[in-house]
């Protein structure tokens, strides 16, 4: 069965890499969340796509030059509903409150924390006694970083992400599997693709569901719930 995981969270309705989202998507029927981190000047990894705070807040400026402290005082969310920006200790302490769930990180490159970012990541998931593989997963485009993470959290599935203009990588570099995006999977045919990106397409969705996919990513949580169940029940 195809797990659901909510890409940043329930993006489609929240915004992004947020508390909120991942609380709302957690309280789904899914197979977990997906986040992305970020390392600020002060050495802390926070929940964060881009490297700058800029599109995602009512602030300006690089994670990287930027203190936890100063990050906390911006807005992540909206107006009416404003949001702090969630340390990745915060998100596994919440995911560690939803047994069966998990969470898959995702670390980008280049990153001016180069190595230390993966580094980071690691020491926090042994802190929180997650290194088991049960509630944690790594993602990356970058094949050091996978290689990285089966070094430091052999226990802990990782994927390595596709560049959907290149071929299908042959050596997973120490991943347990391959992160096509939906376009790839279907163009290379693949059979039963690990974790498959950003499915938010109904007719995307239903082939997945169809292909025997282990995780599925999509914005749009609760409507892959609704598909996942109708074809349960037909």
């Not at 071929?167 to 498959?196: F, W």
Request: glycine content about 8%.
């Amino acid at each position: 069965m195809t797990g659901i995981i909510a890409h940043r969270g329930n993006t489609g309705d929240t915004p992004e890499n947020t508390r909120g989202a991942f609380e709302q998507s957690l309280a789904l029927d899914i197979a977990g969340v997906e986040c992305d981190v970020n390392m600020t000047k002060d050495g802390h990894v926070v929940i964060i796509h881009d490297l700058t705070v800029d599109r995602t807040s009512n602030g300006s400026g690089a994670v990287a030059e930027l203190e936890l402290a100063q990050l906390r005082e911006l807005n992540f969310g909206t107006e009416d509903s404003p949001e702090q920006i969630m340390l990745l200790d915060e998100l596994l302490e919440l995911v560690a409150d939803h047994p069966g769930k998990r969470v898959l990180i995702e670390t980008k490159h280049p990153s001016p924390a180069g190595a230390t970012l993966e580094e980071a990541v690691a020491d926090i998931v042994r802190a929180r006694g997650m290194d088991d593989g049960e509630q944690v997963a790594c993602i990356s485009f970058n094949p050091e970083a996978i290689e990285r993470f089966r070094t430091l959290l052999p226990r802990v599935p990782s994927f390595l992400l596709c560049d959907p203009s290149e071929e299908l990588p042959t050596d997973l570099r120490g991943a347990t599997g391959l992160g096509p995006s939906i376009a790839q999977a279907q163009r290379e045919s693949m059979r039963e693709p690990a974790y498959v990106w950003t499915v938010n397409q109904p007719r995307e969705m239903d082939w997945c569901l169809t292909h025997g996919v282990e995780l599925m990513a999509t914005d749009l949580p609760q409507l892959a719930v609704d598909l996942s169940h109708g074809k349960e029940e037909a």
